[in-house]
């Protein structure tokens, strides 16, 4: 049991290992821009704001490289279950990647706000300059030509005083482009909060693929680049430590220094992009007016930003390509339930599927959506020759899933799955005890490791670690307990059979009652079933009091390793990882409750 204990620790480092590098990439290109003395007289006109915008972008490139990886839903189910080497407290981790998936999109959100606050004031600073009539560095180095047979003399973007920043932003590349990523990543970090995504879950589906527009616009952003450097040949014939204040006289024949030069190295992608005539005539035009504002980037940043994505790219790619010809693959649908609460069970085949517990899988239905794919868990057990999902009705793709197999004369909608993946429940065997907790729909995953045991204990499996299971299901309406009545009722008659009542201890709990449903159900208390769900276990009303449970169990096993488990809302999760803490014992040989949560 030891290798499948949760270390906390490991999250911390985990944790810690991605900010340090986020801190050192930032530092790193801070140091370099503020201090390289080929950007001396670049940091003459906008100060430290160079280099502030140069960090963020570093950090940028580095965070969009991460996003995708969270999200290769293949990579991850094949590190769960085939690396060996993952098969320790570091398979651990993969069960956290929506979680970190969320963390670098939070990240590029704040270097985002950091990248266009420094433009900003990069974009003042050059105009400012370039309007100057001081006779200063400043506004010698920002009225240098911009004439194409002198273009690697010019430093300052801002060619004409009366440019305005709307001007300057949509008529350049790296402007254009800017604008389009900022809306982009506004569009996906609004459409992911919770309450859209629960409520409104095509809003998020399609709104989250704006990310293809993203990364793109992120790999030609550099084209035109702004910020420039001097060259290593003016460096050496007038360095800035030695020139930058004989200035003046630059343009005296007796002058040891000689104006310096600047150059902006093109990207490698650009010289590919260059070979399109559009995108050649677009770069032109937009030489007319190199700029500044917010969301500038040069040369150097232009090349390195798609290399950063490059290869998360091309997985992310591969990641698709292997999921569409999955999803080709003909679903033969075998059975349809219709259950209580509006809830459609549906039982499939489909050649090569393999299953383990707690998995899950995507579902298409091209006659209500060609493009949208809905994550449901798998309620059948690996044990059974078919894979099966129950879903509620609960949105506007559901809501029509169920209506047409509603439709009996009506021929039977084709599906399109995908999958399985790997969840955090494959995993609920290595524990010696395991405590099951779900909310309303979210009890499928137990559906299916309570089949699975079924079938176990049938079978006699003697490789089956966990000694005791806790099953506590909560819902709002009598009507759900429905769904999984007849699995519960056969788990008690085999248990009773085998001699182990006590393995299976569950408790159903009814959040949504009135005063006739209670009192019917206090009226018929001394039978030996319970009147609401035919099952020898009571229905409690109202919510756990999960202090009481746990404080019973951790009594009942104390020195027992115990996997709790949650599908459900993150309300509950905080309450349920707060009772893991509080009633662990500070002696690791002693009882120790681990938490895992389902997460899509």
Sequence with gaps: MGNWVVNP???????ATWLGLNVFLFVHAFLSYERDDKYYYTREILGSALAWARASARCLNFNSMLILLPVCRNLLSFLRGTCSFYRCPLRKQLDHNITFHKLVAYMICLHTAIHIIAHLFNFERYSRSRQATDESLASLLSSLSHQEKERDSWLNPIQSP??????????????????????ALVLMVTSAMEFIRRSYFEVFWYTHHIFIIYFISLGIHGIGGIVRGQTEESMKESHPHSCAESFKKWDDHDSQCERPQFEGHPAELSRYIYKFPIIKELQYQCQQVRELSLAEDSEEEGLMSWKWILAPGILYIFERILRFYRSQQRVVITKVVMHPSKVLELQMNK??????????????CPSISYLEWHPFTLTSAPEEDFFSVHIRAVGDWTENLVKAFEQRHSPIPRIEVDGPFGTVSEDVFQYEVAVLVGAGIGVTPFASILKSIWYKFRHADKNLRTQTIYFYWICRETGAFAWFNDLLASLEQEMEELGKVGFLNYRLFLTGWDSNIAGHAALNFDKATDILTGLRHKTFFGRPVWENEFSTIATTHPKSAVGVFLCGPQTLAKSLRKCCHQFSSLDPRKVQFYFNKENF
């Design 9 to 15: 620790w490991l999250s911390v480092l985990v944790l």
């Design 162 to 183: 009366n440019m305005t920043v709307m001007y300057v932003t949509f008529t350049s590349i790296p402007g254009l482009t800017g604008v389009i990523i900022t809306i």
């Design 351 to 364: 050649s090569g599927f393999s299953m383990e517990v707690g998995q899950y899988i995507f579902i298409n």
